[in-house]
């Protein structure tokens, strides 16, 4: 959904899951043209998928800079000052269980969470949502409606300008 979206061009990657069009026919690597993975089509397939662990990896990766610096040991120990994105200037948008052990990590290192829902009270995830929040997962809790002057819409532009001030007055320093 980020790569084919216009943000795409604002941001330096994304990490989601891969999804494949149809499978390569028999014999594609003896003739790459035909059956190629490069074909356009139907997706029919997961490349690779994010789990709870996988999330956690991909902020710790994300924080570190190991994403852009494939020399940097992510498990290796680290100056927060080396750290490539402070986890205080990462906002964290999820919907469920898998995410807690994220929400998590960036709670407890002053970034900013959201759950988000879809349907209302008894349909959706809305029931889910609000137990993270309950449970002190989440700082807030909106419907995953990011148009203009919907909550979470309100809620992610407060905390970009947050952390944007907040960027703003450790540089002025």
Partial sequence: MIEGNPIREHADGAWACELLPNSPSRGYLDSPQEGSMETVGILTGIGYTLNNTTKTRAV???????????????????????????????????????????????????????????????????????????????????????????????WLMHSLKQIADGICASREK
């Fill in 60 to 154: 710790f990766e994300i924080n570190k800079g190991a994403n852009f610096e494939p020399d940097i040991d992510v498990n290796a120990r680290m100056s927060p000052d080396d750290r490539r994105v402070p986890f205080t200037n990462m906002i964290y948008i999820a919907d469920g269980p898998s995410d807690v052990p994220v929400f998590s990590v960036i709670n407890q290192n002053g970034g900013k969470t959201l759950g988000v829902y879809t349907g209302g009270f008894g349909t959706g995830n809305y029931d889910g949502v609000q137990q993270l929040l309950q449970d002190g997962r989440t700082t807030l809790s909106a419907k995953a409606d990011y148009r203009q002057g919907m909550e979470a819409h309100n």
